[in-house]
Nanobody
Framework: QVQLVESGGGLVQAGGSLRLSCAGSGRTFSGYFMGWFRQAPGKEREFVAAIRWSDGSTYYADSVKGRFTISRDNAKNTQYLQMNNLKPEDTAVYYC??????????????WGQGTQVTVSS
């Protein structure tokens, strides 16, 4: 069973940067897609980015493309989300996730506990 633990959230001014980490345990991520989702108050959880663990292929929501970068460290079984040029609308709780095929809220095999990212204007 995959278990995910996130870290790295916080408060930052608009234009600043943060890096989120998601460490996995219980098994390796080979064969998985690993994702990041976010949920703002009063809104549904939405897709942010994903990476195919086997070959490092990456996928992004249009709203973060060019500003966020997802990456992985095989040796540490950890994925990262580097967030640059942050905007107030990026404020949300960010969750990492594990999927076997399509990266959707409904297909997650595991979720991290969530980490708050707050961007002040």
């Amino acid at each position: 069973q995959v278990q995910l633990v996130e870290s790295g959230g916080g408060l930052v001014q608009a234009g600043g940067s943060l890096r989120l980490s998601c460490a996995g345990s219980g098994r390796t991520f080979s064969g998985y897609f690993m994702g990041w989702f976010r949920q703002a108050p009063g809104k549904e959880r939405e897709f942010v980015a994903a990476i195919r663990w086997s070959d490092g292929s990456t996928y992004y929501a249009d709203s973060v493309k060019g500003r966020f970068t997802i990456s992985r460290d095989n040796a540490k079984n950890t994925q990262y989300l580097q967030m640059n040029n942050l905007k107030p609308e990026d404020t949300a709780v960010y969750y990492c996730s594990a999927h076997l095929d399509s990266v959707l809220v409904t297909t997650a095999k595991a979720w991290g506990q969530g980490t708050q990212v707050t961007v002040s204007s």
